[in-house]
């Protein structure tokens, strides 16, 4: 599934920003990744996996090698906290960076205990290792880096 919440935001960007009649730039490109993986990507990507985590609980213990513990409900409603910050992101500006913070002490701190059961247990099932811990550390590195060259290049064209 987690193709689905980076590649579906990249695309839409990539397709946004080819078909906009708006003038082409690093800045007009780097806002709309942000927009569209801050919409989908953690706002709709984090609704689905808060729901899942409150409603089927089992299904992510299972997917995660773990027992079931009612903290996964919890987590559930962290990850829905962060679809909400998202989702707001995508109308309110402002919203960007808080969104992308949050996200990413969270993501880095999963990151964390799944390299902690990956050491202490081997546990290798697909929720623990692989292409879910990748994206745990690397998803708001990109954003953060997106959120920079943002920043960075709307600055330069306020002063061109």
Excluded at 41 to 53: A, K, M, P, T, Y
């Amino acid at each position: 599934m987690w193709y689905i919440f980076t590649g579906v935001p990249l695309l839409s960007a990539l397709i946004h920003f080819f078909l906009s009649k708006k003038p082409k730039s690093i800045n007009r490109i780097t806002e709309l990744l942000l927009l569209w993986y801050l919409g989908v990507g953690i706002g709709i990507g984090s609704l689905f996996s808060g729901l899942v985590q409150v409603l089927s609980p089992e299904i992510v213990a299972q997917s995660t090698g773990w027992g079931y513990s009612p903290f996964l409900r919890e987590v559930g409603f962290a990850n829905i906290s962060y679809a909400v910050l998202g989702l707001l992101a995508v109308r309110f500006r402002n919203f960007w960076t808080p969104a992308i913070i949050a996200y990413a002490i969270f993501m880095w701190g999963a990151a964390a205990g799944h390299i902690y059961e990956i050491q202490q247990t081997g546990n290798l099932s697909s929720g623990n290792a692989g292409a879910v811990l990748y994206m745990d550390i690397l998803m708001p590195v990109f954003l953060i880096i997106l959120l920079i060259i943002y920043h960075k290049t709307q600055k330069n064209n306020k002063s061109s």
